[in-house]
């Protein structure tokens, strides 16, 4: 899965158990390509109340967010991209961290920076607050059933195309959906099937990657728009599953 995407998933259900359970331990794990996350908040209201504050642990940045009187979060991303190969890069995917304060509703955005001393990466977190923000928070239904039927699709694709890699991930997804989890504290196990299976099926990068090998494999066989559409329901349903799991429990 892309590390960006999953980072700012982990850090919303990070959140999210914070005010859900009063504790900060979420079990989001450390990863170790990033040296650290740095998270900046804006100064809003009158400045005192929220001053700008810079800290450098989740354990500080769920703090304030708690003294801040933050009651949800929700993480939105695109859904469609032009281009996939924006998945290589840093900081392009639009995908943002919405909390809903007591009295404001801010954005959390990320740039990623890379420190060429020991090559990981320094990750910045920034506040910013939302003028007239919506009255109503966005809300994400259940897409299990759909992928449970775009996945056999994908797999016949990628035998077509005889690219076995692939049919061996779309195969892996489909069987997650079906798999047996136990409950945890932040997930329960039909949320846990559907984010295991958005893992097995993320196949999008760079060299050797499905939009890379899979894509010259659909031009070569003539099966390019098949290619394509499938191709847009695969990432749509990856975005989709990640916000229903992240925002919906």
């Not at 967010?65 to 032009?82: N, V």
């Not at 920076?113 to 919506?134: G, Y």
């Not at 295991?196 to 894509?215: E, I, L, M, P």
């Amino acid at each position: 899965m892309n590390i960006e995407l999953m980072t700012m998933a982990k850090l919303t259900m990070t959140a999210k158990y914070m005010v859900k359970a009063g504790s900060f331990d979420s079990g989001l794990m450390p990863n170790e390509n990033i040296e650290k996350i740095i998270f900046r908040f804006t100064a809003h209201g009158d400045g005192e109340t929220y001053p700008a504050i810079e800290v450098d642990s989740r354990e500080k940045w769920l703090k304030i967010l708690q003294e801040r009187g933050a009651e949800d979060f929700k993480l939105i991303l695109a859904d469609e991209l032009d281009d996939y190969s924006q998945l290589t890069v840093f900081n392009k995917v639009p995908c943002v961290m919405l909390c809903f304060g007591k009295d404001y509703v801010s954005t959390w955005n990320r740039m990623w920076t890379i420190n060429p001393s020991n090559n990981k990466w320094v990750v910045f977190m920034v506040e910013s607050i939302i003028e007239n923000p919506p009255k109503e928070k966005p809300r994400f239904g259940d897409v299990s059933q759909d992928m449970a039927t775009l996945f056999p699709r994908l797999r016949a694709l990628a035998q077509k195309l005889e690219l076995s890699e692939f049919s061996f991930a779309f195969n892996a997804a489909l069987k997650s959906l079906q798999a047996d989890f136990v409950r945890g504290d932040q997930m329960v196990p039909a949320h846990q099937r559907l984010l295991q299976a958005a893992t097995d099926a993320y196949v999008f990068g760079g060299q050797g990657s499905w939009n890379d090998k899979g894509r010259a494999a659909a031009e070569a066989k003539g099966l390019t728009a098949e290619y394509e559409a499938l191709t847009k329901d695969l990432y749509r349903g990856i975005a989709l599953s990640l916000m229903y799991v992240v925002n919906e429990w």
